[in-house]
């Protein structure tokens, strides 16, 4: 019991009767008696609270024909090993896909520009547009550095870019 031996436990009921006397004792464990009692229901029904309203329904999900084939794919996956794991991401990177994007958005304005040029010109002699100067196109942006594509590039930790810098 809590660690403490019979004589340790004679010792201590010992001082509790000469401090508070035999009248108050019985009340003291009365009420300790209580307080052990309410501990012990309001932790049964903690304990029932949470089993009925977060392992109950877990439980139930878990049961049902959705719930066990998210199980099953998790379980597999599991079994996968890193190649595999690579093989089944995405090709394409966040930086690639940034510059492909901007590649095809400079393609774009690229076509619309020579739309733009294909169409007549106005006739200078006419009076619409006289006073108006000619627009002028806007130049198609250079297409952007391609991106790094690891991480020791991103960071500039790649070995490549170490032994242009011991040269120089």
């Not at 809590?2 to 509790?16: K, N, R, S």
């Amino acid at each position: 019991m809590f660690g403490i031996g019979d004589q340790e436990l004679v010792l201590i009921i010992l001082f509790a009767f000469l401090l508070f006397g035999p009248d108050k004792l019985p009340g003291m464990g009365r009420t300790i008696g209580r307080a052990l009692r309410q501990f012990r229901t309001a932790s049964e029904g903690v304990t029932k609270v949470v089993q009925s309203e977060i392992v109950d329904p877990i439980q139930n999900a878990a049961d049902t024909p959705a719930g066990k084939a998210a199980a099953k794919a998790q379980e597999e996956d599991a079994d996968l090993t890193e190649e595999e794991v690579a093989a089944a991401k995405p090709a394409e990177t966040f930086a690639e896909r940034r510059a492909r994007l901007a590649a095809e958005k400079a393609a774009a304005e690229k076509g619309k520009d020579a739309e733009q040029g294909a169409q007549p010109a106005a006739d200078p002699d006419s009076n619409e547009d006289a006073g108006a100067e000619p627009q002028a196109t806007p130049e198609p942006e250079a297409d952007p550095e391609p991106a790094p594509t690891s991480v020791a590039a991103l960071y500039g930790l790649d070995d490549e870019d170490d032994d242009d810098e011991e040269d120089a």
